[in-house]
């Protein structure tokens, strides 16, 4: 059985079972449900009351006597899943980081050194071909995967389902997930076709809670794109409770303590908890790329990335784009008190943010789009001993909660906190940290919005892969009227080996270069 279906089918149990010891409460027509309490129960009571109380958390009980007991099932699994020695530091780590929000860096700021990033546009041909011989070498070798952040639903984009499984538009009907799959085995043909040798790309999908069975379900439907089901390893990011401003976690419903997902740095925690270091391990796997979903012109296991960090001997890597304008509301990776981070753009001041180096571009240029290389080895570091260190980002929210009552409700200004990790705030902890610039209109295009907000948006999305691909085409001596442009990535995966099949060809839009091995629809 392959390491996906044990994390589904674990997941699957988790969400059935039952405390072994609750007892069965009797109901009446129009009566309160009635607890019949036992020895055992009482015993599970108190032995829950003098933990929680230790942590001042024994409000978490307050219902106790009024809950069935599959009710009470559901809260003592809420709180033996919280880690109830690390809630304290936790919400003191992020009382720190909230007091400190909005606080400028300015003066403790530095740009990253022109050594420590390539520029693809600025970096000769035959140096980007080393590093690409390279990364396809990886490949080959069996050392490379690929960490997908997938666990976000496609909810502002009006799309009730995990976010990569969304068409957006495209002439052959192609979801994210298999738009990515479909790269991904791409790849593995010109790594043979380069070496000779036939090296595996192992697919890591972090998904959550509410997405990790219909991705699976998506995945088995349609034969997991041709991938090989054993090398797609699909598991869950991790939560954390959400808190009042006095420390007290909040109960979202009388039996259930009020949680929300532990952002993208999540994934360091979940992939030591979850077995996927152990995992990579095994399978001899090196270098990891991670990403997130929705950045439609992604290249998967980029070979040339991967190739340059290997040869730099990296510990962690970053791919960003250049500014457009200094107001551009992204972050940026930088130097803060002689360490790497992202600084986002509330923490830099509006008259830093226009500096400009003396060739006229904007000095703190290097904007973070969620795309980054790490060594197994730094992982294993992160996993082993810092991811407890993680910066903590806060937010104040309006957090659904139940009043003393037992009633639930929804305040109308924010009443709490939730505490979320980002997946760049490792970089600190790098030994060798470099970075890649990498021209936007090839690399960045996210899909966030629905199309009303024309920005980020499926239409967009759509232009931005369109006109990459009738780039594709011209740079391969063919011509292409008009702006309807697709290219399957079975034909090519960045642009290469076209000229056999479009040089000195004149194509009218809508163009769709496909493979026999295309699908006549994009997915079920």
Known sequence: MGRHNYNLLQHQHTNVRRHRNASVGATTKNATPVVIATTTDMTDYLSLQTRLAQVHQEHLLKFWPELTADERADLVRDIEELNLDEIKKYFDRATVSMNENGIKLDDRLQPI???????IARTPQEQLHSYRDEGLRQISNGH???????????????FDHP?????????????LFRIQAERILK??????????????????????????????????????????PEDVLLFEQGSLPCFEYDGRIILDEKHRVARAPDGNGGIYRAMKRQGILEDMQKRGLLYLHAHSVDNILIKVADPVFIGYCVQEKADCAAKVVEKAAPNEPVGVVAIVDGKYQVVEYSEISAKTAEMRNSDGRLTFSAGNICNHFFSASFLQDIGNKFEQELKLHVAKKKIPFVDNAGKRLTPDKPNGIKIEKFVFDVFEFAQKFVAMEVPRDEEFSALKNADVAGKDCPSTARTDLHRLHKKYIETAGGIVHGDICEISPFVTYAGENLASQVEGKSFTSPVYLRDTRDPLHGHL
Do not use: C
């Open 113 to 119: 050194p022109d050594g420590k990033v390539l520029s």
């Open 187 to 228: 790849l593995e043909e010109l790594a043979q076709e380069a070496n000779g040798k036939r090296g595996r790309i192992t697919w890591y999908i972090m998904t959550s809670e509410h997405t990790v069975q219909p991705t699976y379900d998506y995945f088995v439907a349609n034969n997991f794109f041709g991938l090989r």
């Open 144 to 158: 490379v995967a690929v960490l997908l952040m997938a666990g976000g639903q496609g909810t502002r984009l009006g």
């Open 163 to 175: 976010k990569g499984m969304y068409d957006v538009g495209l002439q052959s009907r192609k979801s």
